[in-house]
C-alpha cells in the first residue's frame, strides 16, 4: 500500500524586504512572472508529484493568497483531494502564529484527521521546480525523522544561508547552523556547502514530537529551521537531500536545478530576468511540469501600429494576455496582463505588474511596476535614479520599484 502523504505549506511571511510589493498582500502572493503567484510554484510541484493533499497556512494580510488559492486550486473532490488555506485558528489559544513551528502545532488537528505517514513542509515563497516524489522516497528509503532540501552553494557564500553540514556518508546532518563564517565544505566537494531550501520531509511521528517539546519551550523561536531541524539534528534524526540529484520531467542541462530566494527587490528583479533569455536559466515553457494559475478569459496579447517609427513590438520579453503593445518598444521585460504601453513609449528591462498603463512618450528603465500603476504621458522612471529615490523605492541595485496603485508624478 502506498504512503500516506500530507503536504503543509507554509505560506504566513510577511516579507518585508519586498516592500512595496508586500503592501497590500502576504509574501507567497505577489505576482510573479506575468500570469503567475509566488505560491503557484509549490503547488504546482506537489500537483504534478501527485501530493493532493495540501493545505496552506496562511497568516499575514491574506485575503488575496486566500483568494486566489480558492480560485484557482481546486482539486476533484471524487478522491478526497484539496488544497485549501487555513488561517491561524487559536486553537490554542488567542495568538496567532508564533513562527512556522508553531503554525503546525496550532494545526495538529489538520494532521490527526489525515493521519498521514509522512508530512511533507515546504515554503511558499521560492521559484523553482522540483519533483517531491524524489525527496519522499529517499525519506522512506532513510528511515530518518526528518529530510531537509539542500542546494549546493560555492564555500564562499556560506553566511548568505542556513546551512547543512553532514558526516562523512553525505546524507547524515551533524550540524545545520545560520549563516556561519567558518562553514566547512562538503566531503566530496570541499568547496560547496548545502544551503537549506526551507524543503522538509518528516515522519508523521517525529514531526508531532519535535513541535510539541518545541511549543513547551518558551525561550525557542519556534521556527522550524530554527528550532525543529537542529533538534531532530542533536538526536541524530535528520538527513539531507541533495537537491542536484532531483530530475524533473522536461528540464534542460541550462534550468536544471534552478532555486530561487526572492526574498529581496533585487533578488525578485533578478528572478524575473532568469526568465526571458532565448535559452532561459528558468524555462516557463516546460509542458512536461507545467507551473498552473487561474487562467482568466483574456484576449491574446496584441501589437499594434506600423507607421513609420510608431510600431508596436516586444523584443526578449514575455507579453502576457490581454495587453496591448500599441506603437511602442517593449524590451527584455516581463508583462502581466491587461497592461498597456502607449505609442512612442519605451520600455526596458521592466516587470509591469496586471492592469499598468504607461503613456505616450514615457521611459521606464530597470523598473518594478505593481498593480494598476499609471504612467502619465511624457514620464520618465529609471532614468533619474536620485529623482526616483525622492518619490519611490529604489533598491541597492538600482531598481525603481512603485507600489500598488501608487502615484507616479509626470
Known sequence: ??????????????????????????????????????????????????FLKIVVLTQYKSHSLDRHITKTWRMSTLLGNYVTPVPAQQRRGPWWFAGSADAIYQSFNLINDEQPDYVIVFGADHIYRMDPRQMVEDHIASGAGVTVAGIRQPLST???????????????????????????????????????????????????????????????????????????????????????????????????????????????????????????????????????????????????????????????????PGSVISGSLVENSIVAPKVKVHSWAHVEGAVLMEGVQIGRHAVVRRAILDKNVHVPEGAEIGVDLEKDRQRYTVSDNGIVVIGKGQRVEP
Open 1 to 50: 500500500m502506498a504512503a500516506k502523504v500530507l503536504a503543509i505549506v507554509l505560506a504566513g511571511g510577511e516579507g518585508k524586504r519586498l516592500m512595496p510589493l508586500t503592501t497590500d498582500r502576504a509574501k507567497p502572493a505577489v505576482p510573479f512572472g506575468g500570469m503567475y503567484r509566488m505560491v503557484d510554484f509549490v503547488l504546482s510541484n506537489l500537483a504534478n508529484a501527485g
Open 158 to 320: 556560506a553566511d548568505q544561508f542556513g546551512v547543512i553540514e553532514v558526516g562523512e556518508d553525505g546524507k547524515r546532518i551533524r550540524a545545520f547552523r545560520e549563516k556561519p563564517t567558518d562553514a566547512v565544505g562538503l566531503p566530496d566537494a570541499p568547496d560547496e556547502i548545502y544551503a537549506s531550501m526551507g524543503n522538509y520531509v518528516f515522519t508523521t511521528r517525529a514531526l508531532c514530537e519535535a513541535v510539541e517539546r518545541d511549543a513547551a519551550d518558551k525561550t525557542s523561536k519556534h521556527d522550524m529551521g530554527g528550532s525543529i531541524i537542529p533538534m531532530l539534528v542533536e538526536r541524530g534524526e535528520a538527513n539531507v537531500y541533495d537537491f542536484k540529484d532531483n530530475e524533473v520531467p522536461g528540464s534542460t542541462d541550462r534550468d536544471r536545478g534552478y532555486w530561487r530566494d526572492v526574498g529581496t527587490l533585487d533578488s525578485f528583479y533578478d528572478a524575473h530576468m532568469d526568465l526571458i533569455n532565448v535559452h532561459p536559466v528558468f524555462n516557463l515553457y516546460n509542458f512536461e511540469w507545467p507551473i498552473y494559475t487561474e487562467q482568466p478569459p483574456y484576449p491574446p496579447a496584441k501589437f499594434v501600429h506600423a507607421w513609420g517609427e510608431r510600431v508596436g513590438r516586444a523584443v526578449s520579453s514575455m507579453v502576457s
